[in-house]
């Protein structure tokens, strides 16, 4: 595991100590075949809250681990092995090839929930999962993303297409307008434009369009 990285410290002091754990466990179980370590969602926006937002992480990796590294993983960072101090986490690993490629598609290699306010889950199929959540997630991993571990999250996560961009937030705002929101979330629907205005044309950087909230998360819910 290499050292962390300067952007660490622009994560509120008190879960710096359960992330530098997560990425020991996390470089731990994947080995060289890390990448990137990235801090999304609220983190990543400036809009944390202590006890009512949940720590949201992208991973990247170098190939398809062995589907027994991934569980591995998915055990290491459990609520009940690594106590979470925020609402839960929620952690997506994706690999490099595909991470470094805009894309439309969910495409992760796991997805994990876990904490005191979400339901345990650890998907390792994208079959049936709405892709809206991720293609979000990887806007704002590629223009806000804090890198934990690796080089900056612009790097090792691409942009996705502005097409597919709009067509994932116009799904969000119809999933939270039929009342689907996330359990530890305190946004609402319209916050799906965090990344809006930064995906057009003539846009101003993320910092200066940003209405200050991050987008809604995905479901916590067992799908």
């Not at 983190?43 to 591995?72: F, N």
Request: proline share 9%; aromatic share 6%.
């Amino acid at each position: 595991m290499g050292a962390k990285t300067e952007l660490f410290h622009a994560v509120p002091a008190d879960v710096r100590p359960y992330l530098t754990e997560l990425v020991r466990r996390t470089g731990e179980v994947c080995g060289p075949r890390l990448t990137g370590v990235v801090a999304v969602g609220s983190l990543a926006l400036g809009d944390y809250r202590h006890g009512r937002s949940d720590i949201d992480v992208t991973v990247v990796v170098e190939g398809p681990p062995p589907a027994a590294a991934l569980r591995a993983l998915a055990d290491a960072l459990d609520h009940r092995r690594l106590p979470c101090p925020a609402a839960g986490l929620e952690l997506v690993v994706y690999a490099a090839d595909f991470a470094r490629v805009p894309s439309g598609a969910a495409g992760y290699l796991l997805d994990l929930n876990t904490g005191a306010q979400l339901p345990g889950r650890a998907a390792f199929d994208t079959g049936g999962a709405p892709s809206f959540w991720y293609v979000i997630d990887r806007s704002v991993a590629h223009q806000d993303g804090i890198a934990l571990y690796g080089p900056p999250a612009s790097e090792v996560i691409a942009a996705p297409r502005p097409t597919d961009l709009y067509t994932a937030i116009r799904d969000s705002v119809r999933e939270h307008g039929d009342g689907e929101g996330h359990l530890a979330d305190n946004r609402g629907s319209s916050t799906a434009a965090a990344p809006w205005s930064t995906a057009a044309p003539g846009a101003g950087s993320p910092s200066a369009t940003r209405p200050g909230r991050s987008p809604p998360r995905r479901r916590s819910s067992v799908r």
